[in-house]
């Protein structure tokens, strides 16, 4: 009885908590007191994680929230999709909540930290416009991709990416030291409860019906389609581990070179590299693998061609196998050395 009545009322729920989250964070505002959670992340975030890479990497995350990004998509979204009240809906969406966020910033009138900027911005402080716009924007982006796009994958892969842009976008609002902790959550609570009124508003005009039961069914197939696929990939993967005396040897040099890594205190960099030779290795071995399976069940007696498909499958991998031994050697070597 208690589930049933918030998967009815989940709506008004989410729209309850954000606002007392609002609520709070405007009371302590407006008091002109300095919240502890302002203060203890703003310290840990600006102190201790700020590094000239990270920084690099922040100041692009933030422009994909910025005006210049979210207005090119939203012009793209008019001229390439072909339902063009899709497009109009983005577009009034971005300029929706871009004027209610600047009617905020001007009402509530909070100043900006002060002493850790490293990017020069102008306005007030509350709430974050990057992350406020940014959650409605591309939240309503989700909401479309979920009511819309037939492919499950598809759904999955770019609700995930979106999913964790969002919140990158309003963490780097505090790393570049132009606004607090409270202006990033309170900028989300308010994006979430216009963004529940928005979408229940548009849904109507872009032809999204509200059949739950029909959904959940869909969804509940898909999702054991998705499970599927990712189990039958471990089974191949687990097959090939098992059978497969090469692929014992990638897993085991892997496995070496994660525990080196640890010893040598690889940096950030190193273990980006490391960690994509190892997927190119493990992915064209499955492949090297699956192609040899095919050709012998195609062509179980010998024939040339398919002699010359299973060398060169196996070609590919040592290839690639070499030029990760070099690498590993050239980020190993100094440091063993040093």
């Known amino acids: 009885m208690i589930a049933e009545s ?12 954000c606002s007392i989250i609002l609520i709070a964070i405007l009371e302590d505002i407006y008091t002109n007191e300095q919240l502890t959670m302002d203060t203890q992340i703003y310290k840990a975030v600006v102190l201790n994680l700020r590094t000239e890479w990270f920084t690099n990497i922040m100041k692009v995350i933030t422009n994909i929230g910025g005006a210049y990004v979210l207005i090119i998509i939203s012009i793209l979204s008019i001229i390439l999709i072909k339902d063009k009240k899709i497009g ?61 796009v037939k492919n499950i994958k ?38 979430i409860i216009y963004l529940i009124a928005f979408t229940s508003i548009v849904r109507t005009n872009l032809g999204i019906k509200e059949n739950i039961l029909m959904e959940k069914k869909d969804m509940k197939q898909k999702r054991k389609k998705l499970r599927n696929s990712f189990k039958f990939a471990f089974a191949g993967i687990i097959t090939a581990l098992k059978k497969e005396q090469n692929m014992k040897i990638h897993f085991t040099i892997m496995l070496i070179v994660i525990i080196a890594g640890f010893i040598f205190k690889l940096s950030a960099i190193e273990w980006i590299i490391c960690i994509i030779l190892f997927g190119l290795v493990i992915s064209l071995e499955l492949a090297n693998t699956a192609i040899e399976q095919t050709v012998d069940i195609a062509m179980p007696e010998k024939n040339e061609k398919a002699k010359i498909a299973k060398d060169v499958a196996a070609g590919a991998v040592l290839v690639t196998a070499i030029i990760s031994v070099i690498v590993g050697l050239i980020i190993f070597i100094p440091k ?3």
């Open 88 to 148: 109009i809906a983005i577009t009034s969406n971005l300029l929706i909540v871009t004027a209610l966020n600047i009617l905020l910033k001007n009402i509530i009138e909070r100043p900006r930290p002060e002493g850790y900027r490293l990017i020069l911005e102008t306005g007030y402080s509350f709430p974050s416009g990057h992350s406020m716009v940014s959650m409605a924007f591309y939240g309503f982006i989700i909401f479309l991709i979920w009511k819309k």
């Open 6 to 17: 918030i998967k009815k009322n989940y709506k008004l729920i989410i729209i309850f908590i």
């Open 154 to 191: 598809l759904k999955y892969i770019s609700t995930t990416i979106l999913s964790i842009l969002i919140p990158l976008i309003g963490f780097s609002r505090i790393y570049l030291g132009v606004h607090y902790a409270s202006d990033v959550f309170g900028g989300f609570a308010i994006a």
């Open 336 to 338: 063993m050395i040093g």
